[in-house]
Structure formats: structure tokens, C-alpha cells
């Protein structure tokens, strides 16, 4: 079956930087989108950035753009996303999801579990 796991969360301060990994199996990875999304506590699960499924175009939502790099590496079946000059707002936990579409909602086909991510200011 599919699955998606995602690593690299934890504890950073403000200004700081942290790589997460989610790494595919069971799919075709190659064929597929990636995107992140997180939740916060108390609120809705958001957008974050996505990647085509040749890794040409990425998409980020306002909040992050310029601070998160996403990025895929098709022969390793994992995408990553890069985040820095991290903010207190940044604190949620960060899900992974594929889609055979580049979706700006929610309507993913496949979620990882998800990794925490929190500021420690």
C-alpha cells in the first residue's frame, strides 16, 4: 500500500532552519505531486507548497514564500521541504501528501502522518 513518512520536525528557534523529508513508497512516485500542508493548533490544516511531478514547477502560499524551498528527488522517491528564517507562527505540524494533480486544496489522495514542528523561543 501507499505510504508516506515524514521526518526532520522538531524543536528550532526563532530565525532557525529545518529540513523535512517525506519519504514515498508504494506508488509511482515519479507520476505523482507532492505537496505540504500544516495544521496549527486550533486551526485549519493549510496549504504550504507543492511540487509538479517533474519537480519543474512549485507553488508556495504567502506566508512562506521566500523562507520554504520545496524540492523532490525522484531517484530517492522523497520530497523535502527546506525552511528558513522560521517564525513562531511557523509551529504546526507538517503533513506530506501526493496527488496524480497539483492541488491548492485539500483533496490529496495520499497523507502522511505528519511531523511537529515547534518553536522553542
Known amino acids: 500500500q501507499v505510504q508516506l513518512v515524514e521526518s526532520g520536525g522538531g524543536l528550532v528557534q526563532a530565525g532557525g532552519s529545518l529540513r523535512l523529508s517525506c519519504a514515498a513508497s508504494?506508488?509511482?512516485?515519479?507520476?505523482?505531486?507532492m505537496g505540504w500542508f500544516r495544521q496549527a493548533p486550533g486551526k485549519e490544516r493549510e496549504f504550504v507548497a507543492h511540487i509538479a511531478s517533474s519537480g519543474r514547477s512549485t507553488n508556495y502560499a504567502e506566508s512562506v514564500k521566500g523562507r520554504f524551498t520545496i524540492s523532490r528527488d525522484n531517484a530517492k522517491n522523497t520530497v523535502y521541504l527546506q525552511m528558513n528564517s522560521l517564525k513562531p507562527e511557523d509551529t504546526a505540524v507538517y503533513f506530506c501528501a501526493a496527488d496524480r494533480r497539483m492541488l491548492w486544496s485539500m483533496d490529496w489522495q495520499y497523507w502522511g502522518q505528519g511531523t511537529q514542528v515547534t518553536d522553542s523561543s
Open positions: 508504494g506508488l509511482t512516485f515519479s507520476r505523482y505531486a
